[in-house]
């Protein structure tokens, strides 16, 4: 016999996600806005035509799930499909709440960021840049007085106006500096993406030891063991763990919350790998989002 109470529950939605809209003048800084959500974990899509909205967010919803925030950068160069812009943000056509913002600034701060850009304003035609900009104006004016939130970001350097993106649709999670540490071998090459590299063959290499040669540095304790106890290890870490700390609080000032951090020796196995799983630990027990990674552990 079944539990008609079983079969009255149900289980409860996921809720969905945020969906942002950015749109505004061109040169007010919507790229930055769509850069800076886009490092907030926000699904980024440039250049929608509005009537594609719903499909977009449908797709997402499939391939990553309801809570995937999406954010779509909407402008004039979306022509005719622009006027279907409030039919695409209704809740019914995706399921979602929308958040419109719009970017706006001077007239004559615009000027001067598309003439340093060197770029033609879509609008301009054969007509002055100018010309271009007051047209726009007349094309978003009522776009501009729905908006839910309006940026004007003439007196705004690149960091303040991520630092107000973030402020406006950031998290405690996404807003806080991750660091990733990397451990590599010298021998297949140094990342070309790190933004500090630190040689960790000052070490005496447990490779030289044959009980420790076969093992590494991160499933190992007594390879990770030796490697600290060495002569300059606890210096070195006492030392430079503090730097890259006092570098990410200047990161996070300056808008950017990613940093990585290569740690290397001959092979990327011993000596390397127990530094780099170290410093992540320290870094975590900082309140650092810190992750170790072995680029180059078991390629030998």
């Given at each position: ?20 809209v950015v749109t505004g003048m061109t040169g007010a800084g919507r790229s ?269």
């Open positions: 016999m079944s539990d008609p109470i079983s079969e009255l529950q149900t289980e409860t939605p996921q809720p969905a996600g945020e969906l942002v930055t806005a769509a850069k800076e959500l886009e490092d907030l974990g926000f699904f980024v899509v440039d250049n929608l035509p509005p009537s594609l909205l719903p499909d977009v967010v449908r797709l997402v919803d499939d391939s990553r799930g309801r809570q995937q925030p999406i954010a779509v950068v909407v402008d004039v160069r979306s022509g005719s499909f622009f006027d279907e812009i409030g039919r695409a943000l209704a809740h019914e056509s995706t399921g979602r709440m929308a958040t419109l913002v719009f970017l706006d600034a001077g007239d004559e701060v615009l000027v001067r960021r598309q003439e340093a850009a060197r770029r033609p304003h879509p609008l301009q035609g054969s007509g002055r840049l100018l010309d271009g900009l007051q047209r726009e104006r007349v094309v978003l004016a009522d776009l501009r007085s729905i908006a839910d939130l309006v940026i004007d970001t003439s007196n705004l350097n690149v960091h303040q106006l991520t630092d107000r993106i973030a402020e406006a649709f950031g998290t405690p999670d996404t807003t806080r500096l991750r660091v990733t540490v990397i451990s590599f071998g010298f021998k297949y090459g140094i990342p070309i993406d790190a933004d500090f590299i630190a040689d960790m063959r000052f070490l005496p290499n447990p490779h030289w030891v044959p009980e420790l040669r076969p093992g590494n540095g991160r499933d190992n304790p007594e390879v990770a063991a030796y490697v600290y106890s060495r002569p300059g290890a606890k210096e070195f870490l006492d030392g430079y763990v503090p730097v890259l700390a006092g570098v990410g609080e200047g990161y996070l000032r300056e808008g950017k919350r990613f940093m990585r951090v290569a740690l290397g020796c001959t092979g990327g196995k011993h000596r390397s790998v127990a530094m780099a799983e170290e410093i992540a630990r320290r870094l975590q027990e900082r309140g650092l989002v810190a992750t170790a990674l072995h680029r180059d552990l078991g390629r030998e």
